[in-house]
Structure formats: structure tokens, C-alpha cells
């Protein structure tokens, strides 16, 4: 893989000596984050997505929670320490963090002061999937690394429908 063909999420990763590898898949095919598990031959509770929510006041806070899995907005807001946070829009999410939706990438966006929450689910695993920054890519890495380059806190964010 040339230089190029990397995003900014790898040349981070690289940056930090964290070892990952990258998962190309179709961009044009996924429109989930089970399709994109699918997509690259993992199982969906090992595939996290990234989401952006809004507390009433200050920066958007990121979940990255388990592809099938459905945010707990009172979970995070009570770990975050904060009465009540809100799922932004699709069109306010791509603003606030210049990303497109499907590519919306926590490793894309260090540096930039978003608090970032981990669900603990994440630790079952010696590694999860997540966007690379851009459709079509994802990087594999230890929950650990994640934890420790973008700072984010690890705590029971989610929940799936019954």
C-alpha cells in the first residue's frame, strides 16, 4: 500500500507505532455497519461505528459502539457526566466533523477535542474494526490502542433491541 492509498486514521496509527490492518470493501455496497461486518468478513459485534451526539451545550461527543448495537443516550450522557446528550443529524454530524457519513472516524479526528467513549464491550476482543476515515476502509486494531491514541474512555454505552 502506497502512501497515498492511506488515510489519515493510518498515517496516525503509524505515527504512533500502533500496529492495525487495513479491510477495503465496496463503498457503494454498504449502507449499515452489519453490511460493512459482512462486508469484510467479521462478525458485527466486533465492528464498531462511530456516532456523533450533541450535549446542550460544548463539543459533540463520539460513541463508538458495536454495529448492531443502538447508542444509550442515558448511559452516555450519565458517563460523560452531563444530564442529557442528543444524536445529531446526519447533515450535522458530516459538519461538525468534516467526515462523510460511513467514514466518520474517531482516528480521523484526534486532536480535534472530541471527548470519545468506547462501549466496554470492546474489551472482549483482541481487536475491532472501525472506519478508517473514509467509505470503503476500515483498520483492525487492539481496543487497548484505540483506548490509549485517542484517549477515550471505556464504559457501557449501548444496547441491543430486543
Known amino acids: 500500500m502506497t502512501s497515498s492509498d492511506k488515510t489519515l486514521a493510518m498515517r496516525l496509527l503509524e505515527g504512533k507505532k500502533v500496529a492495525y490492518t487495513a479491510l477495503r470493501y465496496d463503498p457503494d455496497v454498504s449502507v449499515s455497519a452489519v453490511e460493512v461486518a459482512e462486508a469484510v468478513g467479521l462478525p458485527p459485534a466486533q465492528v464498531f461505528k462511530t456516532l456523533v451526539t450533541q450535549p446542550d451545550a460544548g463539543k459533540p461527543i463520539l460513541a463508538v459502539i458495536p454495529a448492531p448495537a443502538e447508542l444509550d443516550l442515558k448511559a452516555l450522557a450519565k458517563a460523560a457526566g452531563l444530564k442529557k446528550v442528543r444524536m445529531a443529524t446526519q447533515a450535522d454530524a458530516e459538519r461538525l466533523t468534516g467526515l462523510q457519513k460511513g467514514g466518520i472516524s474517531v482516528l480521523a479526528l484526534v486532536n480535534k477535542g472530541f471527548k470519545v467513549f468506547l462501549d466496554s464491550s470492546a474489551q472482549q476482543f483482541d481487536q475491532i474494526a ?11 486494531l487492539a481496543p487497548k490502542d484505540f483506548m490509549r491514541v485517542t484517549g477515550a474512555h471505556s464504559d457501557a454505552i449501548s444496547q441491543y433491541s430486543r
Open 130 to 140: 472501525m472506519s478508517a476515515g473514509e467509505r470503503g476502509v476500515q483498520v483492525q
